[in-house]
């Protein structure tokens, strides 16, 4: 009787309750997670640090009613439970750890579970999250042990809790290594044995994109119809069906039911706000199927009907930029790694590789946009007036016949919008909803999407074409001026670019002026030529720039570097003949040179190296002797570098070391007489400039009250504070919401709140937390309070966490300001 009474009042009061509560708040949790269809999937959704401090309330709550239960019902006689409850409350309270990111005591609510319930099957739901919560501390020994531990009593797992141990294996494989194949093992094994929805469907999709990134394209679109056939949310099912047309496989037949589908999915209204995503698709059927150019078209498609999801305008552009560099047209290619930078965010794993080709494509970009521009402008100065007049009248023609075309087709695409917009919507009389464009919503987001493309972000505001405004443009007082001024800057720029005389004007017309536009040109194709073989191992165009200066440019400088890199390609190129040209060349006509000298001895550079190395070795063994306080060994050590090494790229740190042991063993005057010497020898630097301020302080004897400092401790017990200055009036109404905020959110703390006060500062201090960590986590979930931190911007207050010594230095010094300093510079946000 006695157990029944308890099993039944544990079931049906408190764990009741606490399951549904948790039933609750995981159920919010997927309906408010957003998944970035653009990446892999997450197997199982986590709240982030901002959700998880919304959870702490009602996690408390699960955990006191789990507790509750426990303390009064728990029966535990002969080393075994007899209310069958209690194992799930302590399962729930290590979920409740979980969710408030308070990973070391979930573990140990959940090792509990799976370790003190040996012959309950559910203790196999604890070692799942265990494992869990081990891999999202990236504890890998532990994660493994367990799942090893798993794997030899996997005939002891229900058939109910199969699914998610494999699909933790999984993940570990996929969290650790990256390991594909392994992953695909266990997560196939996962989808046989799970039988709830939100969990099959996903694991189904993610089990589709590891396919897809190991090329099984086949296996990949199997798995995204299945997905789709699952009746997912409406965001799933569109990204099953794109990705099934990107995994489209060329060798499984006809791409045309795919294409029908898509193009099906452009007319529908639903879809308006996706058309980004399905052009993108389309792109990629058109290159399975090799027809670049009309994946170019969608391309640009898609990166036109593009709004919110910036992501995939990042990853349209990056699609050009790559297709453009494989041609190659490198100009294209780094303007569209350019914009893709411009939307792509740094934690996207193709962020890095976009970046440094555009950084080696910028300075290349440079290099031939120079080429070609010096060219034209030297073909323009071999001709006679008249031509050069000829020649920049048609080119600015072109140039206003161009400027005609965008400015037509803008405003047949503002009449097609508009018009669509009108037949989607109907009627409505004159200024009806569909018909002016101006109370079309629609048409409204497209235009200013449209603008900003063009224009950027403009502030609203008069003249907000110009660059620049002057100081009384917003004044009253001569606003008519001001408003001539800019349409007259206006008037002059469009005056400027049809002017032929500025055009006129920039050609080289006198002998120094084409010399000096040689001598551009001979860098800027150096240039050119060494980009295209170091960065991009394009060797027929670095050829091609290093082949122009050796032959048009023989006299210049860069013509014996050119040919040493023509002999370095004609190498690595294995064209023995045309290598010996050049090589022979060098060796005939620059004999001493540092470029001979590399093709006598391919180990030359290897061996300046190696001197390098050799320095750099005594230089630290000379540094040590000075850590000793061996200063007259470290000047005899530095005299002798100074003749067994002569000059090296270090000199200035010898000198510097010599410089300050004379300090120590020589009498002011010395000292002096070999800084202002070193000063003088090393004029430029660092270095000279610490000599110099040690000059500065020579006759001046500078006395500092001694200050206590400040330490970083973070496992030393912290305080949270909230500091206000004079401002103070409603404090006790704030200190009342902080108050319920401790209660509410961070109960089981039990917290300390006190005030106390600092020079013309009122403070409140909420204490004491056991380390760094744990006060950190404290002052975001209360920055998350917007509640609290509207009070607190209004009356300027200051919140900061600090270590219990910090505390007593703080008050010591009394300078809040300078703590705060220190606060930002140690404590991560």
């Known amino acids: 009787m006695t157990r029944a009474y308890h099993n039944t009042t544990a079931r049906y009061n408190g764990f009741f309750n606490a399951r549904e509560l948790m039933n609750k708040n995981e159920g919010q949790l997927r309906n408010r997670h957003q998944d970035d269809y653009s990446q892999m999937l997450p197997l199982f959704v986590y709240p982030n640090e901002k959700q998880s401090q919304e959870l702490y309330e009602e996690m408390d709550v699960v955990i006191e009613k789990c507790s509750e239960v426990i303390e009064r019902h728990s029966i535990y006689l002969r080393r075994k439970e007899h209310v069958r409850w209690i194992d799930d409350c302590y399962f729930l309270i290590g979920k409740a750890r979980f969710y408030k990111l308070e990973q070391g005591l979930a573990q140990e609510s959940f090792l509990y579970v799976y370790q003190a319930f040996k012959d309950i099957p559910e203790r196999y739901q604890g070692l799942n999250w265990l494992i869990k919560s081990y891999i999202e501390t990236g504890n890998w020994e532990k994660a493994e042990e367990f799942l090893e531990l798993g794997e030899s009593e996997y005939r002891k797992i229900p058939e109910e809790h199969r699914g998610m141990f494999n699909a933790a294996y999984a993940d570990f494989y996929l969290k650790k290594d990256r390991d594909y194949p392994k992953a695909i093992e266990k997560l196939e094994i996962a989808i046989k044995h799970t039988k ?7 694991y189904t999709f993610v089990l589709a994109q590891l396919y897809q990134e190991q090329r099984q394209l086949s296996a990949a679109m199997s798995l995204y119809k299945a997905v789709i056939k699952m009746n997912p949310d409406y965001t799933m099912r569109f990204n099953a069906k794109i990705n099934r047309a990107i995994a489209y496989d060329k060798t499984g037949g006809s791409s045309e039911e795919i294409k029908k589908e898509l193009r099906k999915m452009l007319k529908d209204e639903k879809n308006e706000e996706f058309r980004d995503q399905i052009y993108y698709a389309l792109a990629e059927l058109a290159l399975k199927e090799d027809d670049e150019p009309l994946a170019i078209k969608y391309l640009k498609k898609s990166t036109k009907h593009s709004r919110g999801n910036t992501k995939q305008k990042a990853l349209s552009y990056l699609r050009l930029a790559n297709i453009y560099f494989e041609q190659p047209n490198y100009v294209a290619a780094q303007a569209h790694y350019d914009s893709t930078l411009q939307y792509l965010p740094m934690s996207h794993p193709e962020y890095y590789e976009a970046d440094s080709k555009n950084s080696s494509l910028q300075e290349l970009v440079k290099n031939l946009k120079a080429v070609s521009h010096l060219d034209s402008l030297l073909e323009l100065s071999n001709l006679s007036e008249k031509e050069q007049l ?8 072109e140039i206003k016949a161009e400027e005609e075309r965008q400015r037509l087709a803008a405003l047949r695409e503002l009449e097609r919008k508009q018009a669509q917009a009108e037949s989607s919507q109907g009627g409505g009389g004159v200024f009806g909803k569909g018909k002016w464009y101006f109370y079309n919503p629609t048409t409204m987001a497209s235009g200013r999407t449209d603008f900003k493309r063009v224009w950027g972000e403009r502030p609203l505001e008069d003249n907000w074409r110009r660059k620049s405004k002057s100081s009384g443009m917003n004044q009253m007082e001569g606003g008519a001026t001001a408003q001539a001024s800019g349409v007259a800057e206006e008037s002059n720029e469009a005056e400027e670019k049809y002017d032929p005389k500025i055009y006129l004007a920039n050609i080289p ?16 194709l150096f240039n050119v030529g060494t980009i295209f073989k170091e960065s991009f191992q394009d060797q027929p165009r670095a050829i091609e720039a290093f082949k122009r200066i050796t032959t048009t440019y023989d006299t210049s400088e860069r013509n014996l570097p050119s040919h040493y890199q023509l002999y370095r390609i004609y190498l690595m190129e294995d064209n023995q003949e045309k290598a010996a040209i050049e090589k022979e060349w060098v060796l005939e006509h620059h004999p001493f040179s540092e470029y001979a000298y590399l093709i006598k001895n391919p180990n030359y550079n290897k061996e300046s190296k190696e001197t390098k190395e050799k320095i750099e070795e005594y230089y630290e063994a000379t540094y040590r002797l000075y850590d000793y306080g061996l200063y007259e060994d470290v000047i005899e050590t530095c005299n002798k570098a100074d003749s067994v090494f002569k000059k090296n790229h270090i000199q200035a740190k010898f000198d510097y070391l010599r410089l300050k042991s004379i300090g120590y063993t020589s009498d002011k005057e010395a000292f002096k007489v070999a800084l202002e010497q070193f ?16 000059l500065g302080f020579m006759d001046e004897k500078v006395e500092e009250t001694p200050k206590a400092k400040y330490e970083a401790g973070p496992a030393k017990p912290h305080m949270f504070i909230m500091s206000f200055g004079e401002n103070t009036k409603g404090l006790n109404e704030l200190k009342n919401k902080v108050a319920n905020f401790n209660t509410a959110s961070f109960r089981e703390k039990k917290l300390d709140f006190t005030t106390t006060q600092l020079p013309e500062r009122e403070m409140f201090l909420i204490r004491t937390f056991p380390n760094q960590l744990e006060a950190m986590r404290y002052y975001k979930a209360l920055q998350n309070n917007s509640s609290i931190m509207i009070d607190v911007e209004k009356k300027r207050g200051q919140l900061y966490v600090i270590s219990i010594p910090n ?10 300001e300078s703590y705060m300093k220190f606060f930002q510079e140690n404590y991560p946000l």
Request: charged share 40%; no cysteine.
């Open 196 to 202: 709830e929805k939100f969990h099959l469907r996903r």
């Open 509 to 524: 017309s006198t002998y120094q002026e084409q010399l000096s536009a040689h001598g551009e040109l001979i860098e800027a």
């Open 807 to 816: 505390f007593r230095a703080l008050f010591q010094n009394k300078e809040e």
């Open 679 to 694: 000063v003088k020898d090393h004029p430029e630097g660092e270095l000279k400039e610490k000599a110099e301020k040690i």
């Open 390 to 397: 000829k020649r920049v009248e048609k080119m600015i023609s």
